[in-house]
């Protein structure tokens, strides 16, 4: 059900936008997972019903925004001043239960997966 896209190789510095198509769950995230280190959230946004909470990382507060497009269906992740650090696959994710957070048993649906590579 959630299908990201966007991902690919950058220098560092550089930026992306992450895309993932899924329905208007009111909890939506995105996560990491880097070669030979545990997945991580570094995104999530709850809607509520007259505004949105959106919480990051402390690793990339102030570079990435998390948004979304009901119309659209759409999550996405804007990545500015790319670090190397942040290589990784970068994972949509989606839950149905009030509340949001990082916890990802909490979490129903998940997508495949994408790759973002940052070279030095």
């Known amino acids: 059900q959630l299908v990201e896209s966007g991902g690919g190789s950058v220098q560092a510095g550089g930026s992306l936008r992450l895309s993932c198509s899924a329905s208007a769950y009111t909890c939506m995230a995105w996560f990491r997972q880097a070669a030979g280190s545990e997945r991580e959230g570094v995104a999530f946004?709850?809607?509520?019903?007259?505004?949105?909470?959106?919480e990051y990382a402390d690793s990339v507060k102030g570079r990435f925004t998390i948004s979304r497009d009901n119309d659209k269906h759409s999550l996405y992740l804007q990545m500015n001043n790319l670090k190397p650090e942040d290589t990784a696959l970068y994972y949509c994710?989606?839950?149905?239960?009030?509340?949001?957070?990082?916890?990802?048993?909490?979490?129903?649906?998940w997508g495949q997966g994408t790759q973002v590579t940052v070279s030095p």
């Open positions: 994710a989606a839950r149905i239960s009030w509340g949001c957070n990082f916890r990802e048993p909490d979490f129903d649906y």
């Open positions: 946004i709850h809607t509520l019903i007259d505004t949105s909470v959106t």
